[in-house]
């Protein structure tokens, strides 16, 4: 696994759900095969599938449910299907050759209809963990990866939480994220010792609730 990069999305997942403080963060996660993605577009209507090792947006794709049939979003460009067969087919061709999860659809904040979400980076220095940074994260027009690789723009954390949910206290969300954040390092130590630097990707849905998308860790 070199160093401590612990590069699969579902290691470190599997690892949070075990705390029952942190489990309700987490979008509900499987592994991508036929039955886990019927079932999940099903109960959520929509769901991001991603490569378990990978990131910066790469091999992303949305996959929706509607009265209307299905459609997979990669990039720019979205395709429609009349039935979960056809739609399936289709994924299995445009996806990369990698192993893959299904997470339950987020309806992300929004400013100006560009879904945020946000990026706390936490490094440990010396024996104590401080945060390095706390920014918001603006989709692209058009996209629904947040991504600055694919055009993404940064904002403030505290500048992202008021425009996006003018009606939530900014600042009690910014703590909460702080807590997450403490407390899933302490997890994550537990699990995998020597990590000494992790990015949470949060992101809060339209009533203002917090998840935790991912949790990147960088060798030492």
Known sequence: MGGRQLASKWLKTEALLTDPEVAPYIPQTRGLNRENLYSMLESYGFVVV??????????????????????ITKSLQTSRYANFNDMYQALLRVKVRRKYLIQQGIHLARIQ??????????????????????????????????????????????????????HISSAA????????????????????????????????????????????????
């Not at 990978?54 to 949305?62: A, D, E, L, N, R």
């Not at 027009?141 to 991504?147: E, K, S, Y």
């Not at 390092?185 to 917090?210: M, V």
């Open 50 to 71: 991603k490569p378990i090792v990978g990131g910066g947006g790469y091999g992303v794709i949305k996959i929706n449910r509607s009265d209307m049939g299905y459609s």
């Open 113 to 166: 209809g560009r879904p945020i979400d946000y990026r706390v980076k936490y490094v440990k220095s010396g024996d104590h963990w401080e945060f390095r940074a706390m920014v918001g994260r603006l989709a692209r027009q058009g996209l629904f990866v947040t991504n600055l690789c694919k055009g993404g723009r940064l904002l403030s954390c505290s500048e992202g939480l008021r425009r996006s949910l003018p």
């Open 173 to 220: 969300k910014r703590n909460e994220m702080r807590h997450l954040t403490r407390k899933c390092t302490a997890i994550l130590e537990r699990h995998f010792p020597g990590i000494g630097q992790l990015g949470f990707d949060y992101g809060l849905d339209y009533s203002g609730k917090i998840w935790i998308f991912e949790v990147n860790t960088r060798p030492q």
